[in-house]
């Protein structure tokens, strides 16, 4: 397995920051490794996915960070639609995560 992490960041003074980022993950196909399940599996023994990462992070004071990123994929497992070959897409796997965290 082979991962390509991408990103960019642009802070807008000392309070607030955007990001994103482009992900690509390929590897050999291995139908028995990654077996054909619904959900986690792979329909075609394919390891490969790819999306984007999206982040917009606000520091209300010093030590205390609050974030929402979104995680979008366009492949997953393998494949943009029926990955599993039980009708799940590769966009069913897109994430929303909201974080607060204190820093110090």
Do not use: C, K
């Amino acid at each position: 397995m082979n991962t390509l992490l991408a990103d960019a960041e642009y802070h807008f003074g000392n309070r607030a920051s955007g990001a994103f980022g482009w992900f690509d993950t390929s590897g050999t196909v291995d139908p028995l490794l990654f077996t054909q399940a619904a959900v986690s599996g792979s329909a075609s023994g394919d390891p490969r996915g790819s999306g984007y990462i999206a982040n917009f992070s606000y520091w209300p004071w010093q030590n205390m960070q609050l974030s929402a990123q979104y995680t979008g994929y366009t492949r997953f497992n393998g494949g943009s639609t029926n990955y599993d070959a039980a009708g799940r897409n590769a966009s069913g796997n897109n994430t929303v995560y909201l974080v607060a965290r204190f820093i110090f």
